[in-house]
């Protein structure tokens, strides 16, 4: 079964991941791709070191190396939704980014 995979849209039509996107090197950008592909094929069966719950509604999709990025995404309508996108340089979610996803996410429920 294929997954649908969208990025979060703003009330304005901004995409703040694909956006985020635009910044990236080429080989960074490939890994984000390759392990959205793997939320695309594998849905809620993608696992660690790919994906991690971070808590009821929000998931976190991984990529290591040099760069490693982490997307939140929650399953919204019947699709997965990359809710917010950031480069991980501590241990920790940062509180902030956990936050802004959350907010995007009530957003999309408030206006579904």
């Known amino acids: 079964m294929v ?13 703040p991941v694909s ?4 910044h990236l090197d080429e080989a960074t950008l ?6 959205i592909d793997i939320l ?3 849905g ?7 994906s991690k719950r971070i808590n009821t509604k ?13 997307l939140l995404y929650s399953m919204c309508n019947n699709k997965y939704v990359l809710l917010h996108v950031f480069v991980k340089k501590t241990n920790k979610l940062p509180q902030k980014d956990l936050l802004l ?5 009530k ?6």
């Open 3 to 15: 997954w649908k995979v969208e990025f979060y849209e703003d009330q304005r039509g901004l995409e």
């Open 58 to 70: 929000i998931f976190e999709l991984r990529t290591s190396g040099k760069k490693p990025i982490r």
């Open 19 to 22: 956006d985020f996107f635009d």
């Open 40 to 42: 695309v094929k594998n």
């Open 101 to 105: 996803a959350e907010k995007r996410l």
């Open 107 to 112: 957003l999309i429920d408030y206006l579904s």
């Open 30 to 35: 490939n890994k984000v791709f390759r392990v």
């Open 44 to 50: 809620p069966m993608t696992m660690m070191p790919y």
